[in-house]
């Protein structure tokens, strides 16, 4: 039985930073963000919206009732919980009106959380072949105004369907993983912004790249001549190309690896970093707008979560993907949206719940989303679907 993503989504809001705006305003030569960092625009978040109502609007646009009805688990990779206690999953199961029969859970492990999600899904439905599980991977990346991680802020969710004989990816239930207790990012209960030691993270994440692709290969007996494209979770754009480096060379085939990655990169220089859907996001833009995949083709899958966890992991085409259907959806999305200049992004990075608690209202007015963050009454998040 053929198990892996059936469908696949993304949502993020209509406003963005563009990154030459921030690097004159920052006194940074321009080509710093966009060849050093490799990053063009960055997702700005408004208050309206968090990693719960970014999920349900990036689910919606992809399942229909039948879904709905046939979903039994619900996961939530994230790094941004609205609680300490309750999932995320759980509020975005009720927006959606998702069987309360479902299981519906939150996982955790930096940017690794969605990977952790896309295995156990496909383990449920290897034992369930009727079920289908969503799998949820949102975040909003905070570093701080002013900060060197500034120009790798940004946010979004994505939304994958998992099911049997799935039309998207076909998982091939082979990988291999890394886990070592390593302080290169974390983030404190007493603050949203992250702290990382950057050029310390790269260095791991490219050790632990190797680490996991040389494990795979081993374990299943394959050579990177087995893959057409490798695609690699991207806080930003160029990390992803320095592990990419490490494994190939002047050959035909290394120039074909560098042309599909550079595919699978476009929408993550437009968004900026989704920590748990940064992975999944490149996979969507891979598929969306790579002019040489073809059904059967082989993607390897770097997964990589600070603190810190990787995995390699990969998939084949199925005949069922459809590059235009995907590549339709992300183009109106990414182009309907707002430019703020450097004091607007900076007023709107600096509103939001506050952290000390109490009750407060957002005005929604001009959110167009179908979900939305209301506000918190007596210490309860309030949503509101606009439809409904």
């Not at 949820?136 to 004989?165: C, F, H, K, W």
Request: net charge negative; proline share 3%.
């Amino acid at each position: 039985m053929q198990v892996g993503i059936d469908k696949i989504g993304f949502f993020t809001s209509n406003y963005f930073l563009d990154m030459v705006d921030l690097a004159n305003a920052r006194g940074e030569d321009p080509d710093k963000y966009l060849i050093g960092i490799g990053q063009k625009k960055q997702a700005v978040i408004p208050p309206t919206q968090d990693v719960v109502t970014m999920a349900a609007n990036a689910a919606d646009k992809i399942l229909t009732d039948d879904d709905k009805a046939s979903i039994d688990m619900v996961i939530f990779g994230t790094e941004t919980g609205v609680d300490n206690s309750k999932s995320a999953a759980i509020y975005v199961q009720s927006l959606l009106g998702i069987s309360s029969s479902a299981r519906s859970f939150e996982i955790k492990q930096a940017c690794y959380g969605g990977t952790a999600g896309v295995q156990m899904a496909a383990d449920h439905i290897a034992t369930h072949p009727e079920s289908k599980v969503l799998v949820l991977a949102a975040d909003i990346a905070r570093y701080g105004i002013g900060t060197p991680g500034e120009v790798t802020q940004g946010g979004g969710a994505v939304a994958m369907l998992l099911s049997a004989n799935p039309q998207i990816l076909i998982l091939d239930d082979q990988s291999a993983f890394h886990s070592e207790n390593i302080m290169d990012f974390w983030r404190p209960f007493y603050q949203r912004e992250a702290i990382v030691d950057g050029h310390y993270s790269t260095n791991i994440y490219i050790d632990f790249f190797n680490k996991t692709f040389k494990d795979y290969c081993e374990k299943y007996q394959r050579q990177l001549s087995d893959f057409s494209a490798l695609i690699y979770h991207l806080p930003f754009t160029k990390m992803g190309l320095k592990a990419l480096r490490t494994v190939i060379d002047d050959g035909q085939h290394s120039a074909k690896l560098l042309k599909e990655f550079d595919y699978s990169k476009q929408y993550n220089a437009l968004v900026g970093n989704l920590y748990t859907g940064s992975l999944y996001l490149s996979l969507l833009s891979l598929l969306a707008n790579s002019v040489d995949l073809q059904v059967g083709d082989r993607i390897g899958l770097f997964s990589y979560g600070s603190g810190a966890q990787g995995e390699f992991y990969s998939g084949t085409v199925s005949d069922g993907m459809k590059s235009s259907l995907l590549a339709a959806h992300m183009d109106d999305l990414l182009d309907d949206r707002i430019r703020l200049s450097v004091p607007e992004y900076e007023e709107m990075y600096a509103n939001g719940l506050p952290m000390m608690g109490g009750d407060v209202t957002f005005n929604f007015a001009d959110d167009s989303s179908r979900f939305v963050l209301f506000g918190r009454k007596a210490d309860q998040l309030v949503y509101k679907d606009q439809k409904g």
